[in-house]
T-cell receptor
């Protein structure tokens, strides 16, 4: 079945460092791909999404490109801030956009001043 | 984005009792809501799809008689954990799906502890 694999955390960076969180997927069809962020004590929030190959999702300085050839959707940010500290989840919807999401295991990011 | 609330935020119950968790979509009418379960330091696992006015669709391995889902209105879905046991202790998260903009809005979650 469909699945999502994220790099294991936690990831600890200094402020203004470059961030990459790897995400690869397995899907039988043409999934839509998402990154969600969960701040402490809050619900998951959509960070960005891409619905077809070569699409680039971007929001709040974060970017991810849907790479079909490598089945990847890596999250990047050029300069992280302390406020970016959170858990990041990669997810896919492989079932004809029904909204049923399959999540990766989550990656905790801690940014130190 | 839209706001989804859950109640209660945390609940402790004794083994053998039932617990009801409410999920409300405050900003839009959601024909579809989802229920997830999250174990510590692990991913969210989809439990079921809650469809307004019809029966819920459960994922493989989820006991429908144990996790009762009711979606009686376009803004409310409930999850009842029946005859709860310690292994049901977990973090339960709901979401409301807006198919028009293809976006899902998550509640803050409910921490269930069964003693």
């Amino acid at each position: 079945g469909d699945s999502v694999t994220q790099m294991e955390g936690p990831v600890t960076l200094s402020e203004e460092a470059f961030l990459t969180i790897n995400c690869t997927y397995t899907a039988t069809g043409y999934p839509s791909l998402f990154w969600y962020v969960q701040y402490p004590g809050e619900g998951l929030q959509l960070l960005l999404k891409a619905t077809k190959a070569d699409d680039k999702g971007s929001n709040k300085g974060f970017e991810a490109t849907y790479r079909k050839e490598t089945t990847s959707f890596h999250l990047e940010k050029g300069s992280v801030q302390v406020s970016d500290s959170a858990v990041y989840f990669c997810a896919l919807d492989g079932s004809s956009n029904t909204g049923k999401l399959i999540f990766g295991q989550g990656t905790t990011l801690q940014v130190k001043p | 984005g839209a706001v989804v609330s859950q109640h209660p935020s945390r609940v402790i119950c004794k083994s053998g009792t039932s617990v009801k968790i409410e999920c409300r979509s405050l900003d839009f009418q959601a024909t579809t809501m989802f229920w997830y379960r999250q174990f510590p330091k692990q991913s969210l696992m989809l439990m079921a799809t809650s469809n307004e006015g019809s029966k819920a669709t459960y994922e493989q391995g989820v006991e429908k008689d144990k996790f009762l889902i009711n979606h009686a209105s376009l803004t409310l879905s409930t999850l009842t954990v029946t005859s709860a046991h310690p292994e049901d202790s977990s973090f339960y998260i709901c979401s409301a799906f807006d198919s028009q903009v293809y976006e899902q809005y998550f509640g803050p979650g409910t921490r269930l502890t069964v003693t």
